[in-house]
């Protein structure tokens, strides 16, 4: 698979990450007495936990941490 469809298909995907979490958080965020956030703090949240994700899934994914 080359370098240009896994970037064509993430791409997008973080902007609609980052729109998901905006909407999400703005429904969860007044039950618990937070402010809302806007979207440029939405990807800045998105591409933190895309940071801490993919290593991980990686890893999952080459099954070094969880074995069958």
Sequence with gaps: ???GVIFGAAV???FLSSLFTM???GVIAPE???ET???SY???VTIALWIVVAPLAAAAGK???FRK
């Design 1 to 3: 698979m080359g370098c």
């Design 12 to 14: 997008p995907g973080f």
């Design 23 to 25: 909407l999400f958080w």
């Design 32 to 34: 618990f007495g937070l």
């Design 37 to 39: 956030i806007g979207y």
């Design 42 to 44: 939405a990807m800045l």
């Design 63 to 65: 099954g070094k941490w």
